[in-house]
């Protein structure tokens, strides 16, 4: 499978607890983007990386959150003392920053996260 | 701030029949407009897309259509098929500026194809 991988798929955790998900890339793909989806919303950008560095983070992103991409590979996303308005779907996507523009993101299928 | 609307949360339509998909933006400055599909618990699949310079772009059954003076496109699905069920995202992006390229989704809209 050479496309985005997500890991875990699903995570439950207390309220308080930090938890780290990650993401691997299509391999060519030099873009990365974390996007968070909650129910009845469409994906809301986070943060993207041109390959190693942190680029854009949104305003969304509080300092409870941190992302990284060593290498321009990989990127994990940690929330540290989560709360429960962190559960949500957080998407990886990537893409290739080539001559034209026009490419479109794709993305992985995602990790629930849920903190009860 | 929603810069991308999809106003129609859900939509029905009967298998052969064409379903039509709308999506507003009140970002001028978005120059790249696309259409994902989401199935549950998967990720948004890239479908279609339009560049600002062009008005309509075809792919197959799929085509969607961009009106820049109304800030309006939409994504015309003819025939429709039982497996098109699942839920449509529009997005746009602006290139130019430090956006990053990063795409503004609407809510979505879950079209429902009937037998």
């Known amino acids: 499978d050479t496309g985005v991988s997500q890991n875990p798929r699903h995570k439950i955790t207390k309220r308080g607890q930090n938890v780290t998900f990650r993401c691997d890339p299509i391999s060519e793909h030099n873009r990365l983007y974390w996007y968070r989806q909650t129910l009845g919303q469409g994906p809301e950008f986070l943060t993207y990386?041109?390959?190693?560095?942190?680029?854009?983070k949104s305003r969304l992103l509080s300092d409870r959150f941190s992302a990284e991409r060593p290498k321009g590979s990989f990127s994990t996303l940690e929330i540290q003392r989560t709360e429960q308005g962190d559960s949500a779907m957080y998407l990886c996507?990537?893409?290739?920053?080539?001559?034209?523009?026009?490419?479109?993101?794709?993305f992985g299928n995602g990790t629930r996260l849920t903190v009860t | 701030d929603q810069q991308v609307k999809q106003n129609s949360p859900s939509l029905s339509v009967q298998e052969g029949r064409i379903s039509i998909l709308n999506c507003d933006y009140t970002n001028s400055m978005f120059d790249y407009f696309l259409w994902y599909k989401k199935y549950p618990a998967e990720g948004p699949t890239f479908l279609i897309s339009?560049?600002?310079?062009?008005d309509k772009n075809e792919d197959g059954r799929f085509t969607v259509f961009l009106n820049k003076s109304a800030k309006h496109l939409s994504l015309h699905i003819v025939p429709s098929q039982p497996g098109d069920s699942a839920v449509y995202f529009c997005a746009a992006s602006a290139w130019a500026g430090g956006s990053g390229y990063a795409l503004n989704f609407g809510k979505g809209t879950s079209l429902l194809v009937t037998p």
């Open positions: 996507a990537t893409m290739t920053l080539g001559s034209s523009y026009n490419s479109p993101l794709h």
């Open positions: 990386f041109q390959n190693e560095a942190q680029l854009e």
């Open positions: 339009i560049s600002s310079i062009k």
